[in-house]
């Protein structure tokens, strides 16, 4: 496959204005503006919709219905033998995305595996890396984590026979504010460090959009001999990860939101290399995960790949990954760092264009619950909405904008690098001034 490297885009650090011409201007000079063409934009009221919805689920690329028809004639062609002779053998399909997400996920191939979906390698991982006994039996989270993180955690608890109320240590925001402070994490660690075993955050809270220091909060969790481990749902394909030089013990994630691979995709997971071929680990086996060299032999004896595979359990879901396949693509031939940079410019040019909203009424309309600075925000806006905030959604919606409610108050809004442009966002915000 040739992939093209782009040269890495200017920033885009200006000063913005809000009309049409400037937000055109923008789109001119954005290098990854020909990638829109790329995607299949919904159609709404007879023309293309304004999705600001790709941190639920990403747009089809174009290119992912030959991926999977290559998959559905090799199917045809040879049948079982497809597994050696299809154009991508699917008894190696999986061994083909390491390469694809290292500058994603900011990690070795080695430390990563493209596999099931994201709560059931959420529980793989906690099978592994949540071991509690007498002594350390606690894990701290975030308040409000996305209900099936708390889900997951609280079930493990149970499993080992403890209470949820007696295991999980959540940190929340403190009082009339809406974003968690990272003195408080640290704070909740140092306090419960003699009984810690497991730190387990989102790296982008999934309601405020938030984004968490990760080096800081791992460290934090080693200082006090825990593990340390992301759920990076919210943050993959969206903002710069370097889970190995940030020396994470394990993260995952799915692949439908901002990695655009379809519903229900397959997922992933990163282990850190220092404990990849450590076959003392505990986890759940599967013959997938056991040494390619004697697989067939069928033997009793389970040994584990010394790579991140070791944690597979079946073999490869051929059709959902030709989707993330196609789409991984793209994102190689964009380059992470261009889609990084145009994406912070993105989310600032809706603020701004928020602001201007609040700013032409006395009062306050939109409070944006996503904190401002840099390297505290991907792509996501969350608004909570002060007042008529269903009215406006509605009409969003009527106007052909896809963008999402969450209860009770909350409109998020994600502006993608990949197929979003500033007139997307200059339109957004004129729809709602005309309200
Ligand atoms: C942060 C987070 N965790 C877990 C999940 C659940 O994902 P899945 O249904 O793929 O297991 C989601 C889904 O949106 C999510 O946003």
Redesign the pocket.
Known sequence: MMIMKISVLKSYKMKFENNLEFAQSLDKKDILRSFREKFYLPIMNGKECIYLTGNSLGLQPKSVQDHILDELEDWASYGVEGHHHARNPWLDYHELFPELLVDIIGAKPEELVAMN????N?HLLLTTFYRPDKKRYKIICEAK??P??QYAIASQVLLHGLKPEDAIIEVAPRAGEHNIRHEDILQAIKDNADELVLVLF?AVN?YSGQVFDLAYITKAAHDAGAYCGF?L??AVGNVELRMHGWDADFACW?SY?YLNSGP?GV?GVFIHEKHIADKSLLRLAGWWGHDKASRFKMDKEFIPIPTAEGWQLSNAPVLSMAVHKASLEIFAEAGMKNIFAKGKTLSDYLLFIIDKINNKTKEKTIEVITPRGENEKGCQVSMLMLKNGHTIFNELKKQGVIADWREPNVIRVAPVPLYNSFEDIFRFGEIINKI
């Open positions: 979906q994201l709560t059931v959420l984590a996305f099936s993180d989102g999934y759920d749902a919210h799915c939101k229900g997922a």
